[in-house]
């Protein structure tokens, strides 16, 4: 029995390590296959070439890889078009995006498929392999495969690859809004990514039910489908967009995004390169495109709009799972009465007590209480131990896996000795708390959060194994961990998604996860009679891969620390500071802020916007240095009614990159920049912040304003170039190869500010 019991706890780790290792295909060099497959040698090579350089808008590789990109596409024999125009998207950011389109023609008078992805990378300092260079290449690689098979769609295909997504998705913008084709598209598939590694996730853009593009997804039949309606979920609570977000928001198009998250750290850093995309998650792309691209050029676009919803997650060998939101009550309702009679049984077979039961509640308790406050101030811990930590603005660090590894094996040796603590209570009593926890658990999703209805899948298998032990003395070790699986399989790879996802501040959801899954495996677990040597055992690996992570915390080549360093004159002054936004400086950097100060919120210069609403943190005094101030031509000043319209072209006399104006605290009826009308929604919400323009070709900004005539408009203009580090008039050195420049700030800049004033 004791071996049984053994090599059962061997099929449960390893059921866990399969919860992931079957999430994605393995990259196999595969440059000989058949010509109508894809090739992952080729994507790869697509990759290697788009990703040689930062190629932002307005960089010098951003035209290289557009017109490689173009060159491709022709190569493919199609015949090739740009889009070219001003938008300033939702966000406030204006830019001149260059689409690139191409069109395969169907047989049919169908709406047409439309892949997508874009090839700008991030500002500045990102070479873009995985974002979104990964996507441009599944599609070139997968439209190649496509087209050698010589078979005429029955719906046409187009081929876009967006622009200045980075800056405010106004590519998509541009076409939604603007482009002729936009009126043909039925759906979209869009192919991302938010890191350099881990599968990829699938996630529904629709502005109704999801029932028919589930139902059509499933058919297509991808082999590696990974995705649950949670995680849609909660991707709709975050302030995170995509291209395909302006197809569903202006053009009510559905779509399907396919996105890797893992390896966090490298997302729109100078570490998204070639070398560093994880070659498995480009494969997993490519496994989603195929089936998807010759399912949908040949299915019937005209039916994806629904008002039904799925519930849906993806198990191993079953690949997509989904049912109707009208089984969520009555699955629960199930739950709850097998859950109400196994009680009844229990208590008539004298295999349940009342006071047992309430003793069963304490383990619980005190399981989710003590990880739960772990997790919680696990950030806030780590940031004070490695301050260093804290320039990491996504919230994961290089060694973030250990960390996630480190504390699930010490919430699940917290566990395991407290429930060894209750060894005496017979483990049918103590699994009636945790079964009454997950049914709550399931009531709360099923009323406030229906995409994770599909947790109460493994609590039907725990009241499976509930109904075993209450009716046997001995149960078998490997029926219970099989009744266990979907519960490994379901939630195990959470425990690691969340916190990749949302950054180790969500520590918490490894250490609040854990507990859950493990009463969901109690069953098993009560037979053990050495629970205080595994927790023993997991205290020992929480240890080791503790000493592990501090060896790792060090920053150093190949793990650089996020650093930043700014000159900034304010023309009204006529004075000038170096900033930096980092919480801990390096030699680099440092030499330039001796004598340095925290900025007040009294001074004269400011911080722009940034994503993680990041501001300096420590400035000095700065010699003056020759910049040239942007000249300011007020074009029309005049007063109609009550409201006066201002019209003034801003142009650089310098080489820049980026202009963001600010004004003070007025509302604005009406305002636009380049002919570009700015939303009366943005123009509510936007606060001071007026427009980011992100120049191309050093052009000039116009911009037009009407407000109450009354009013005093107060225009402050801040303008910016990245080339601090190679200007002739600065000397400031080559940032060292440990250290990366910082991202989501503007960096490596030098920065000019002035405010002009209309009474």
């Given at each position: 029995m004791k071996?049984s019991?053994?090599?059962?706890l061997l099929f449960?780790?390893?059921?866990?390590y399969?919860?992931?290792?079957?999430?994605?295909?393995?990259?196999?060099i595969?440059a000989d296959?058949?010509?109508?497959s894809?090739?992952?040698e080729?994507a790869?090579?697509h990759?290697?070439?788009?990703?040689?350089?930062?190629?932002?808008?307005?960089?010098p590789?951003?035209?290289?890889?557009?017109?490689?990109?173009i060159a491709?596409?022709k190569k493919?024999?199609?015949?090739?078009?740009?889009q070219?125009g001003?938008?300033?998207?939702?966000?406030?950011?204006?830019?001149?995006?260059?689409?690139i389109?191409?069109?395969?023609?169907?047989?049919s008078?169908?709406?047409?498929?439309?892949?997508?992805?874009?090839?700008?990378s991030?500002?500045h300092s990102s070479y873009?392999?995985s974002?979104?260079g990964s996507g441009?290449?599944t599609?070139l690689?997968g439209v190649?495969?496509?087209?050698?098979?010589?078979e005429a769609?029955k719906?046409d295909?187009?081929?876009?690859i967006?622009?200045?997504?980075e800056?405010?998705?106004?590519?998509?913008?541009?076409?939604?809004?603007?482009?002729?084709?936009?009126k043909?598209?039925?759906l979209?598939?869009?192919?991302?990514?938010?890191?350099?590694?881990?599968?990829s996730?699938?996630?529904?853009e629709?502005n109704?039910?999801?029932?028919?593009?589930?139902?059509?997804f499933?058919?297509?039949n991808?082999?590696?489908?990974?995705?649950?309606?949670l995680?849609?979920s909660?991707?709709?609570?975050?302030?995170?967009?995509?291209d395909?977000?302006v197809f569903r928001e202006?053009?009510?198009?559905?779509?399907?995004?396919f996105?890797?998250i893992?390896?966090h750290?490298d997302?729109h850093?100078?570490l998204?390169t070639?070398?560093?995309?994880?070659?498995?998650?480009?494969?997993?792309?490519?496994s989603?495109?195929?089936?998807?691209l010759h399912h949908?050029?040949?299915?019937?676009?005209?039916?994806l709009?629904?008002?039904?919803?799925?519930?849906?997650?993806?198990?191993?060998?079953?690949g997509?799972?989904?049912?109707?939101y009208?089984w969520?009550?009555?699955?629960?309702?199930?739950?709850v009465?097998?859950?109400?009679?196994?009680i009844?049984?229990g208590f008539?077979?004298?295999?349940?007590?009342?006071?047992?039961i309430?003793?069963?509640?304490l383990p619980?308790?005190?399981?989710?209480t003590?990880n739960?406050?772990?997790?919680?101030?696990?950030w806030?811990?780590l940031?004070?131990?490695?301050p260093?930590?804290?320039d990491m603005?996504?919230?994961?660090?290089?060694?973030?896996?250990?960390?996630?590894f480190?504390?699930?094996?010490?919430?699940?040796?917290?566990?395991l000795?407290?429930?060894?603590?209750?060894?005496k209570?017979s483990?049918?009593n103590?699994?009636v708390?945790?079964?009454?926890?997950?049914?709550?658990i399931?009531?709360?999703v099923?009323s406030?959060?229906k995409?994770?209805?599909?947790?109460?899948?493994?609590?039907?298998g725990?009241?499976a194994?509930?109904?075993?032990?209450v009716?046997q003395?001995?149960p078998?070790?490997?029926?219970l961990?099989?009744?266990?699986?979907?519960?490994?399989?379901?939630?195990?790879p959470?425990?690691?998604?969340?916190p990749?996802?949302l950054?180790?501040?969500?520590?918490?959801a490894?250490?609040?996860f854990?507990p859950?899954?493990f009463?969901?495996?109690?069953?098993?677990?009560?037979?053990?009679?050495n629970?205080?040597q595994l927790a023993?055992?997991?205290?020992?690996?929480?240890?080791?891969?503790?000493?592990?992570?501090h060896?790792?915390?060090?920053?150093?080549k190949?793990?650089?620390?996020?650093?930043?360093?700014?000159?900034v004159?304010?023309a009204?002054s006529?004075?000038?500071?170096?900033?930096t936004y980092?919480q801990k400086?390096?030699?680099?950097?440092?030499q330039?802020l001796k004598d340095?100060k925290?900025?007040g919120?009294s001074?004269?210069?400011?911080t722009?916007?940034?994503?993680y609403?990041?501001r300096?943190?420590?400035?000095?005094?700065?010699?003056?240095?020759?910049?040239?101030?942007?000249?300011?031509?007020v074009?029309?000043?005049?007063v109609?009614?009550?409201?006066r319209?201002?019209?003034?072209c801003v142009?650089?006399?310098r080489?820049?990159?980026?202009?963001?104006?600010?004004t003070?605290e007025?509302?604005?009826?009406?305002a636009?920049?380049?002919?570009?009308p700015?939303?009366?929604?943005?123009?509510?919400?936007?606060k001071?912040?007026?427009i980011?323009h992100?120049?191309?070709n050093?052009?000039?900004?116009e911009?037009?304003m009407s407000?109450p005539?009354?009013?005093v408009?107060?225009?402050t203009?801040y303008?910016?170039?990245?080339?601090?580090?190679?200007h002739?008039?600065?000397?400031?050195?080559?940032?060292?190869?440990?250290s990366i420049?910082?991202?989501f700030v503007?960096?490596?800049a030098?920065?000019v500010?002035?405010?002009?004033?209309f009474?």
């Amino acid at each position: 029995m004791k071996i049984s019991r053994s090599l059962a706890l061997l099929f449960l780790c390893f059921a866990v390590y399969w919860s992931y290792k079957s999430l994605m295909p393995a990259y196999k060099i595969n440059a000989d296959v058949a010509p109508t497959s894809f090739s992952n040698e080729n994507a790869l090579k697509h990759v290697e070439n788009i990703s040689k350089e930062p190629h932002a808008v307005g960089f010098p590789g951003h035209a290289r890889v557009r017109n490689y990109i173009i060159a491709e596409l022709k190569k493919l024999g199609l015949e090739t078009f740009t889009q070219e125009g001003y938008s300033s998207g939702d966000w406030g950011n204006l830019s001149k995006a260059t689409n690139i389109l191409a069109r395969i023609n169907g047989t049919s008078e169908g709406k047409a498929l439309v892949l997508l992805s874009h090839y700008d990378s991030n500002p500045h300092s990102s070479y873009g392999a995985s974002d979104a260079g990964s996507g441009v290449a599944t599609i070139l690689e997968g439209v190649r495969a496509f087209l050698a098979k010589n078979e005429a769609p029955k719906n046409d295909i187009i081929v876009l690859i967006t622009d200045a997504e980075e800056l405010g998705l106004n590519g998509a913008d541009l076409f939604v809004n603007k482009h002729p084709w936009a009126k043909d598209v039925g759906l979209v598939l869009n192919f991302e990514a938010r890191g350099s590694g881990g599968p990829s996730y699938m996630l529904i853009e629709t502005n109704r039910g999801n029932g028919n593009l589930i139902k059509e997804f499933t058919k297509a039949n991808p082999k590696y489908p990974v995705a649950n309606s949670l995680a849609y979920s909660i991707y709709k609570m975050l302030p995170n967009d995509t291209d395909l977000t302006v197809f569903r928001e202006d053009g009510d198009i559905e779509g399907f995004n396919f996105a890797f998250i893992d390896d966090h750290f490298d997302y729109h850093t100078a570490l998204d390169t070639y070398e560093r995309l994880d070659r498995n998650s480009l494969a997993h792309q490519g496994s989603y495109l195929m089936p998807l691209l010759h399912h949908f050029s040949n299915a019937d676009l005209n039916i994806l709009k629904s008002l039904d919803d799925l519930v849906y997650f993806n198990l191993p060998f079953f690949g997509l799972i989904s049912y109707p939101y009208e089984w969520i009550w009555p699955m629960l309702a199930l739950a709850v009465i097998a859950f109400i009679s196994l009680i009844i049984f229990g208590f008539k077979k004298a295999a349940l007590n009342a006071k047992d039961i309430f003793k069963g509640f304490l383990p619980l308790l005190l399981a989710l209480t003590i990880n739960g406050a772990i997790g919680y101030f696990f950030w806030k811990v780590l940031t004070w131990w490695y301050p260093q930590f804290k320039d990491m603005l996504h919230g994961f660090t290089y060694n973030g896996h250990t960390y996630i590894f480190m504390f699930a094996m010490l919430s699940i040796g917290i566990c395991l000795w407290l429930y060894h603590q209750f060894r005496k209570t017979s483990t049918s009593n103590l699994l009636v708390a945790p079964v009454l926890v997950w049914l709550v658990i399931c009531a709360v999703v099923a009323s406030y959060l229906k995409g994770a209805s599909f947790f109460i899948v493994p609590v039907f298998g725990v009241l499976a194994a509930f109904m075993v032990i209450v009716n046997q003395e001995k149960p078998n070790p490997f029926l219970l961990v099989f009744l266990a699986l979907p519960a490994l399989f379901i939630y195990a790879p959470f425990i690691k998604m969340f916190p990749v996802g949302l950054g180790l501040k969500m520590m918490v959801a490894v250490t609040v996860f854990v507990p859950l899954l493990f009463f969901l495996t109690l069953p098993f677990f009560g037979l053990l009679k050495n629970k205080d040597q595994l927790a023993y055992f997991t205290l020992f690996l929480f240890l080791g891969f503790g000493i592990l992570s501090h060896i790792n915390s060090n920053l150093n080549k190949e793990r650089p620390k996020p650093s930043s360093l700014l000159y900034v004159y304010d023309a009204d002054s006529d004075s000038a500071v170096w900033a930096t936004y980092d919480q801990k400086t390096i030699g680099w950097n440092s030499q330039f802020l001796k004598d340095g100060k925290e900025p007040g919120q009294s001074e004269s210069f400011k911080t722009l916007s940034s994503k993680y609403l990041t501001r300096f943190t420590q400035i000095a005094e700065a010699p003056k240095k020759e910049i040239a101030t942007p000249w300011i031509d007020v074009t029309l000043d005049t007063v109609i009614g009550n409201e006066r319209i201002l019209e003034l072209c801003v142009t650089p006399k310098r080489n820049v990159n980026r202009l963001d104006i600010y004004t003070n605290e007025i509302a604005l009826n009406s305002a636009k920049a380049n002919n570009i009308p700015l939303s009366d929604y943005y123009l509510k919400n936007r606060k001071k912040r007026l427009i980011t323009h992100y120049l191309s070709n050093n052009e000039f900004t116009e911009l037009g304003m009407s407000y109450p005539k009354d009013a005093v408009l107060e225009l402050t203009f801040y303008e910016a170039s990245n080339d601090l580090l190679t200007h002739p008039e600065f000397t400031v050195p080559k940032r060292p190869e440990n250290s990366i420049p910082m991202p989501f700030v503007l960096n490596d800049a030098i920065l000019v500010t002035k405010t002009m004033r209309f009474e």
